[in-house]
């Protein structure tokens, strides 16, 4: 073999072993490099897969907790609500435990509705002595925290009169929603209650309000639970019920209809 034959192979030799050097230093660093932006990329869908799961969760939750106001509101029924006003409210400021039973609460915008029924039309001295009581069978377990905390979205007091709303609420910009008074939250009491165990939360109520609640039990039942707000009231109390439930037949002798045109009735 020649030197120059040598000398190439020798050259040659170098070289290959300088290319498979860089080849590998190459290799290597694009793995590593891949490894690192492969890493970064699994990092960062990580992070905005959580960030969006958060977020999801979090609108779900609102959406829903919306959802389940949205059935009920504030101001709702005005005839039955004026009823109580014009011809229940006498023989109540004349009690010196003005105390009410809501039975079928649902959120609290009815029972608070009547609180500042109250509030409005006795003053506060007067409105020291009511005890609301508001049941509902709560199958959300949610009614109690909501009823005590007070604060309900925007959509569910639209119906308030703009001086009431402003008198008795307080507007909280951060989340769009209004925080009502101290003074109703403290007449008012939740507790968790079944109508259907015909036995009530307490006796001695100057007024009943049992509204779209009895529409969903049979005939016999409705039976038994008007007899259980009868057993359940003061003498001369009231009942009011929504405008569409009638007094259920076998109840006529425990009530007479205060008014013509509501279901409002006076235990005889």
Not at 4 to 12: G, P
Not at 193 to 209: A, E, Q, R, S, Y
Not at 224 to 231: A, H, T, W
Request: contains cysteine; positive net charge.
């Amino acid at each position: 073999m020649s030197p120059h034959l040598s000398v190439n192979h020798n050259t040659i030799a170098h070289k290959t072993i300088a290319y498979k050097t860089i080849a590998y230093k190459t290799i290597a660093y694009k793995t590593i490099a891949y490894k690192t932006i492969a890493y970064k990329t699994i990092a960062y869908k990580t992070i905005a897969y959580n960030t969006i799961a958060y977020n999801t969760i979090a609108y779900k939750e609102r959406k829903h907790w919306r959802k389940i106001m949205a059935f009920t509101y504030f101001f709702r029924d005005m005839q039955t609500i004026e009823m109580i006003r014009d011809v229940a409210l006498p023989m109540l400021k004349s009690r010196q435990n003005i105390a009410v039973w809501d039975a079928g609460c649902a959120m609290g915008p009815e029972p608070y509705t009547l609180a500042i029924t109250l509030r409005e039309n006795m003053g506060n001295m007067l409105f020291r002595n009511v005890h609301i009581t508001a049941t509902d069978i709560d199958g959300s377990n949610l009614f109690a925290e909501i009823i005590r905390k007070g604060i309900y979205p925007r959509e569910q007091v639209e119906r308030i009169p703009a001086d009431l709303l402003k008198r008795h609420f307080t507007y909280q910009a951060e989340d769009d929603t209004y925080l009502i008074s101290e003074e109703l939250r403290k007449a008012l009491r939740f507790i968790r209650h079944d109508l259907l165990t015909f036995v009530p939360p307490d006796k001695n109520f100057g007024l009943i309000m049992c509204k779209n609640v009895l529409l969903h039990f049979q005939a016999e039942e409705r039976v038994k639970v008007i007899q259980m707000f009868y057993e359940a009231l003061a003498d001369g109390g009231y009942l009011a019920m929504e405008q569409t439930q009638k007094m259920p037949y076998g109840c006529e002798h425990l009530f007479e209809q205060a008014v013509p045109n509501a279901q409002l009735y006076r235990k005889k």
